[in-house]
């Protein structure tokens, strides 16, 4: 999968060529960060306050179905420990009873505990290997679930999510966010309950073998516990920090190469540079404090180490002397005092990693927490069955349409009738902000051809984005043949309503993949015809492989034009009821455009469509022109009789007409 994330990106640097720079110079301010990270909750620098709450519940979650695997994982884990603490007490036996005793003549005391140690070790060794092995596999069927949802939940956000929020940092989401989270998982996780588990049973067999002693060691844990909770504290905002850095600098990373070429038209090179470098020290500087934090909890857990063996080694002598202790117990507490305080270095770095994927999970939950703004309905509604002549076109479920009319092989004109569009009191703004389409009424009967005009701003691709549910409306409904958009399901919608911009998207694959994409059961005659239709076949014809020609990275193979042709092609393929084109002719040259006017002419013919187009020449052949002006609809009627009656479009098409004289 090539085409996730970056490919918003892409087109969207190549729609807005500035778009790498206003962003850049956007977060190299603190005040318009800030005033950005306020207007958009989903920005996850601004964490809501309650996120480790949701990241634990989402952990709970993900681990629930393999509830029987992390309880053997617990179990494995609980043996391995209990092993790695019995050692000293054998070795503590061997010392105390085991060499008396072969002196003695009895030669089995002494290897009776050294075999038992063989053994314990061996099994030691069996339990390390196998709890590996599983925490692997959960780990990794943790991840590829996380992986899962949350590419699918990215995808599934809405339009104005991705708008808002810059790609790379969903990037960073699935790649450096992921990894840590990963990486604590199939390692420093094993390490950090091995670690607690050899502790707890360690302790217990402390307390058992002399009280005293164990009450010095334990005495340590005193300023342990000081030093931890300190650190933990310290060591929670370093990662989130960090977190943050580095999804910085992964941000900068994939605008730029989104944006490369903008970058090297205006030559931002260096400035892309100087500031991927304030980036780095950002970075830098989050994980120095956090490495400062891990030396100084590793420096002051060994030091306490080493002062309790001091402790129990002056205590114990004291003890021997005096109370009689027995030489092998203090050797088996000397033992497990470096046991004991030995898993404390893993535990530090175990501790840490931990908070890096705690970061990391609080920023993978963010994404996932936010809500589609465009959800399918729970029950959707149909729609009536189609009206079309051909009366053949499935209106819902599986199998696409029968026929298509300009690539359809019968070579029938329209399958198609079109549906009635109603808009009915829709007024739009984008999240929170200005008014951008008053409130309006407007019925598009089935099978009208209507173009949208008005100035640059006016509203009319917003209008458009409505009509193809990439929003909801504000207020008011809008319906096709009756049916409220949002009461249709996804998969029937996008059947029914195609929408064909002037950045036209080519995915890694061949031309005829591209083409198909909207209709990948269409036969490859289907594909040819559509091709044909639209002017498209003869470029084809000269490509190396045909239709089986790689279109490379983002269709670099094909010219702009030639991209808006495969476009068409798929559009034309796809045989909507409601086809809208929203400057699609934009990059065509002007026998292409009307090439594909031509195609249009029969491609439309019954279909309901909505064209936004600057040059007026497709004005044409629609039946009927809206004019649009500060998010209103100002003039609306048939293209003749706005012309005679002298108003905003008899003047946009006076001028249209003289700059073509
Ligand atoms: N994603 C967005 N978020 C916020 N405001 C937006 C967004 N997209 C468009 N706008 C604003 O909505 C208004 C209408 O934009 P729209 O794209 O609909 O204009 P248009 O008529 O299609 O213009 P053009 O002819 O230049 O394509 C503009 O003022 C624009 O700034
Ligand atoms: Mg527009």
Not at 88 to 98: C, Q, R, T, W
Not at 561 to 584: H, K, Y
């Amino acid at each position: 999968m090539t085409q996730n994330s970056p490919a918003a990106q892409d087109s969207q640097a190549e729609r807005n060529p500035h778009a790498v720079q206003v962003s850049a110079e956007q977060q190299a301010s603190p005040s318009t960060q800030t005033s950005r990270s306020s207007r958009s909750p989903e920005e996850p620098d601004t964490l809501p306050p309650d996120i480790a709450v949701r990241a634990r519940r989402l952990l709970v979650e993900l681990v629930r179905p393999q509830l029987r695997g992390y309880a053997l994982l617990v179990t494995l884990l609980a043996a391995f420990g209990l092993g790695n603490a019995i050692g000293p007490v054998l070795i503590a036996h061997a010392l105390d009873s085991g060499i008396p005793g072969a002196i003695a003549g009895d030669s089995w005391a002494l290897a009776a505990p050294l075999l038992a140690f063989v053994l314990v070790t061996a099994a030691s060794g069996v339990f390390d290997f196998t709890s590996t092995r599983l925490t692997g596999t959960l780990a990794q069927r943790l991840m590829v679930t996380l992986r899962r949802r949350l590419f699918d939940h990215v995808q599934r956000l809405g339009i104005g999510y991705h708008e808002r929020s810059t790609s790379g940092r969903l990037v960073a989401r699935q790649t450096s966010d992921m990894e840590n989270i990963q990486i604590f998982l199939s390692g420093s996780l094993q390490e950090m309950a091995i670690g607690l588990s050899t502790m707890t049973v360690i302790a217990v067999a402390l307390a058992v073998m002399d009280w005293r002693l164990a009450l010095v060691i334990f005495a340590g844990f005193v300023p342990l516990l000081w030093v931890s909770i300190a650190s933990n504290r310290a060591q929670r905002r370093n990662q989130r920090r960090t977190r943050t850095a580095i999804a910085r600098v992964i941000v900068h990373v994939v605008e730029t190469l989104g944006g490369i070429r903008a970058i090297q038209s205006f030559r931002r090179e260096e400035a892309n540079e100087l500031r991927l470098r304030q980036e780095d020290a950002a970075y830098r500087s989050a994980t120095a404090a956090s490495l400062r934090n891990v030396g100084w909890f590793a420096a002051s857990t060994r030091w306490i180490g080493n002062l309790s063996m001091a402790a129990v080694l002056f205590a114990g002598g004291w003890l021997v002397i005096g109370d009689g202790l027995q030489v092998g117990v203090l050797t088996a507490f000397l033992l497990y005092v470096r046991r004991f305080y030995g898993p404390l270095d893993e535990l530090v770095q175990a501790f840490t990693m931990y908070q890096s994927a705690q970061a990391a999970l609080e920023k993978v939950t963010a994404v996932l927490d936010a809500e589609p703004e465009v959800v399918e309905p729970v029950r959707p509604v149909p729609l009536p069955a189609a009206p079309g002549p051909a009366g053949a076109r499935p209106a819902a479920e599986g199998a696409g349409p029968t026929g298509c009319t300009a690539a359809g092989d019968d070579g029938t004109a329209s399958a198609s009738a079109g549906r009635t569009v109603s808009f009915a009191g829709v007024s739009f703004s984008y999240a929170g902000g200005e008014p951008v389409l008053r409130p309006f009424d407007l019925t598009i009967p089935a099978g009208e051809t209507v173009a949208l005009v008005g100035q640059t701003g006016a509203g009319k691709s917003t209008l458009v984005k409505l009509l193809t549910r990439f929003y909801d409306p504000s207020e008011g409904h809008i319906r096709i043949d009756g049916v409220d958009l949002r009461d249709l399901a996804d998969a029937q919608l996008r059947r029914s309503v195609v929408m064909v911009t002037q950045e036209s998207y080519l995915f890694g694959g061949t031309i005829g993949d591209n083409i198909r994409i909207g209709r990948p059961e269409a036969t490859d005659a289907q594909v040819r015809a559509a091709a044909e239709a639209v002017g498209l076949a003869p470029f084809i014809a000269r490509m190396p492989a045909g239709y089986e020609t790689d279109v490379r990275k983002r269709g670099g193979r094909l010219s702009s034009g030639q991209r808006q042709l495969v476009s068409f092609a798929r559009a034309f393929l796809a045989d909507p009821d409601v086809l809208v084109l929203d400057e699609a002719t934009a990059h065509l040259d002007i026998p292409s455009e009307r090439q594909v006017q031509e195609a249009l002419a029969t491609v439309l013919e019954g279909r309901t469509a909505v064209i936004i187009a600057h040059r007026l020449s497709t004005v044409d052949i629609a039946d009927r022109v809206l004019v649009m002006e500060h998010g209103e609809i100002v003039e609306d009627g048939a293209p003749t009789d706005l012309i005679a009656a002298g108003g905003r479009f008899a003047s946009l098409h006076e001028a249209w007409e003289e700059s073509r004289a």
